[in-house]
C-alpha cells in the first residue's frame, strides 16, 4: 500500500478509536445524569419534614384568589401534571405566562428541564427547596408522586392533567423516543412502527433502557405500573384515583374545548389561554396509523386506552354541564382571537421548519437524529402592545425555563454535545 494512503487509512483509524471512546463517555455521563428507572416508589420526604404552610397572610390570600369566597377569582395555586406528546409543551407554555405574567412561585427542577424522570418526584428535586416553602405553580415533566407534590402547594390547588388518543400518543411517542428505546434498534423495515406492532411482545423488554416510552406511556407519566394485567382490579381503582385527585382532565383531540373549560375552572381570561401550537412535528413525519395498526396500537396500550375511555366520557358530561351552545361560542371566540394573534405575531403566518427558524430563541428542541419538530419566525415589526405577548406566546420550552431563572446545566451541556456531533 503506497505510504499516503496507508497514513489516511491510520488516520481514520484512529479517528473511529478516538470516536468510539468518546462517544463511550457521552454515554457514560448520561448515564450520570438520567436516573435509573425503578419500579418501586422512591423514599419520599421523610416524615416530619413541614409541607406547605402558608403564612396567615398568604394563606388568606390565597383561599380569596382561589374563589372560596367572594365570588369568582383567578385561581392561581396551579399542579398540571404534564404527560408526553399530549400537546403538554403548548399548555405549559400558558401556565408560564400567567405566572410570569402575576409574579407567581414555579417549582422549577434543578439542572434539567424535568424532575429527574423517569424516577418518582420528589420535594428534594425542587430547585432552592426548603421545608415547609410554597409554590403557586408545578409544570415540569415528572413521574407523578402525589403526596411529594401535594405537600409543595397549598390545600386548596388546582390538579389538572391532559390525556390523549393512546394509539396516537404511541405513534407519536414511538417517533420522537425510539432511537433512544434500544430495543427498537434490533427493526430492520423501513416501517418499524408497522414492524413493531406486528408482533410487539417479541421486540417489547419491560426491562429495557427507556422501555417505559412505548407502552402505557400516561399510565406510566401519572405513577403507575405501566405492565400491570388488565384484568386486575387495581387498573380501575387507579383511574378512579385519577378521577379524585385531578379538578379538571384535559383531551388533546378536543383542545380547544379543554382550554374553554380550563378558563372556566381557573376563572381565567381569555387572553390567559391564547395559544400557538407548539412542539409539533411535520406533516411528512406524522404516518398515520392505518386501521389495522390503530387497533394493534390501542391493544398494546390497553391500559392507557382504559384510562382514555373513562376521561373522555367524563369530560362530554363536564361539556353539557357546561353548555353545549355556549361551548361552541367560546370556541369560536378563542379560535378568533388565536388567529388574530397569528396575523399579529407570526412571520408568514405559519409553522417552518427547524433550518428554516432564524433566531435561534425561537428554535425548539429537536429529537435525536432528527429535525422533524416545527417553530416559528416572529414577525420584525409588532406594535408595543403586542410585542411581548407575542414573542412570550412563540418562546419554545427551554428558552423560556432560560427566561424564567432555571438552572439547566445539564440539559445545555448535553446541547452543546448534541451540537457538536450533529445529533
Known amino acids: ?192 412502527l408497522a414492524e413493531f406492532l406486528q408482533d410487539p411482545d417479541r421486540y417489547y423488554d419491560p426491562n429495557g433502557y427507556n422501555a417505559h416510552y412505548l407502552r402505557n406511556l400516561l399510565f406510566f407519566d401519572l405513577g403507575y405500573d405501566s405492565g400491570l394485567d388488565p384484568r386486575s382490579p387495581q387498573v380501575q381503582e387507579h383511574i378512579l384515583e385519577v378521577e379524585r385527585r385531578f379538578h379538571l382532565v384535559l383531551l388533546q383531540e378536543y383542545f380547544d374545548e379543554s382550554l374553554v373549560l380550563l378558563k372556566d375552572l381557573l376563572c381565567w381570561e381569555l387572553e390567559d389561554v391564547l395559544y400557538f401550537k407548539l412542539n409539533a412535528r411535520r406533516a411528512s413525519a406524522v404516518p398515520r396509523l392505518s386501521g389495522e395498526l390503530y387497533r394493534r396500537a390501542t391493544a398494546w396500550n390497553v391500559l392507557d386506552a382504559r384510562l382514555y375511555r373513562h376521561f373522555n366520557a367524563s369530560f362530554w358530561r363536564k361539556v353539557e354541564a357546561f353548555g353545549r351552545e355556549r361551548m361552541a361560542r367560546e370556541v369560536a371566540a378563542l379560535r378568533r382571537a388565536n388567529e388574530r394573534m397569528r396575523r399579529i405575531c407570526i412571520d408568514g403566518g405559519h409553522a417552518v421548519d427547524a433550518a428554516a427558524i432564524q433566531d435561534s430563541a425561537m428554535q425548539p428542541w429537536q429529537p435525536l437524529g432528527a429535525k422533524s419538530i416545527l417553530g416559528y419566525n416572529l414577525k420584525k415589526s409588532i406594535g408595543q402592545r403586542h410585542a411581548q405577548l407575542c414573542r412570550r406566546m412563540l418562546t419554545p420550552e427551554i428558552q423560556y425555563l432560560m427566561d424564567l431563572g432555571v438552572n439547566l446545566w445539564i440539559t445545555k451541556l448535553w446541547k452543546l454535545v448534541r451540537d457538536f456531533l450533529q445529533w
Not at 500500500?1 to 484512529?14: G, H, I, V, Y
Not at 402558608?54 to 388568606?60: I, K, L, V, W
Not at 401534571?81 to 405566572?99: D, P, V
Not at 415533566?141 to 389538572?160: D, K, Q, S
Request: some cysteine.
Open 1 to 192: 500500500m503506497p505510504l499516503p494512503q496507508r497514513k489516511r487509512w491510520e488516520s481514520m483509524a484512529k479517528g473511529l478509536v478516538l470516536g468510539a471512546l468518546f462517544t463511550s463517555f457521552l454515554l457514560l455521563l448520561y448515564s450520570y445524569a438520567v436516573p435509573p428507572l425503578h419500579a418501586g416508589l422512591p423514599s419520599a420526604t421523610p416524615e416530619g419534614v413541614a409541607s406547605c404552610s402558608p403564612a396567615p397572610g398568604e394563606a388568606e390570600t390565597a383561599a380569596t384568589a382561589n374563589g372560596s369566597s367572594g365570588g369568582c377569582q383567578p385561581r392561581r395555586d396551579i399542579v398540571f401534571m404534564k404527560t408526553h406528546k399530549t400537546a403538554s409543551s403548548t399548555l405549559l407554555n400558558i401556565l408560564f405566562r400567567f405566572g410570569q405574567k402575576h409574579g407567581l412561585k414555579f417549582a422549577f427542577p434543578n439542572g434539567r428541564n424535568d424532575f429527574d424522570y423517569p424516577a418518582f418526584f420528589a420535594r428534594s428535586l425542587v430547585q432552592d427547596y426548603r421545608p415547609g416553602a410554597c409554590f403557586n405553580i408545578i409544570c415540569n415533566h415528572m413521574r407523578f408522586h402525589y403526596e411529594e407534590v401535594r405537600g409543595l402547594v397549598p390545600p386548596n390547588a388546582t390538579f389538572i392533567t391532559v390525556l390523549r388518543d393512546p394509539a396516537r400518543l404511541f405513534e407519536s411517542s414511538f417517533h420522537y423516543f425510539g432511537s433512544v428505546v434500544p430495543f427498537t434498534w434490533k427493526l430492520s423495515g423501513r416501517d418499524k
